[in-house]
């Protein structure tokens, strides 16, 4: 059995993924990493709300990003969850 602690943890990490934008936004980074104005422009969203959620995912460690020049490009930081999505998707 896991401890309470790690037990935490996990609810957390599923907390954050349970929300329908953070979820478009994995999807999008498991295709390719993108910086936030082609994730705007792809998903119809704006830029505050974008860096917002990304903000978010990368407190849960799902997300990081490199920088080139100026711009951030954001991208998953392990494939494991791009699998977990898809299994998700299969699964419903």
Request: proline share 1%; net charge positive; aromatic share 6%.
């Amino acid at each position: 059995m896991p401890t309470h602690t790690m037990l935490r943890k996990i609810a957390s990490y599923f907390t954050a993924l349970s929300d329908e934008t953070r979820i478009k936004l994995i999807t999008a980074l498991s295709v390719s990493s993108m910086c936030v104005s082609d994730l705007c422009t792809l998903l119809n969203l704006n830029q505050t709300t974008v860096s917002h959620q990304l903000r978010l995912l990368r407190g849960i460690g799902a997300v990081d990003y490199r920088k080139q020049g100026k711009i951030s490009f954001y991208y998953l930081s392990d494939q494991n969850l791009a699998e977990m999505m898809l299994n998700a998707v299969n699964t419903i």
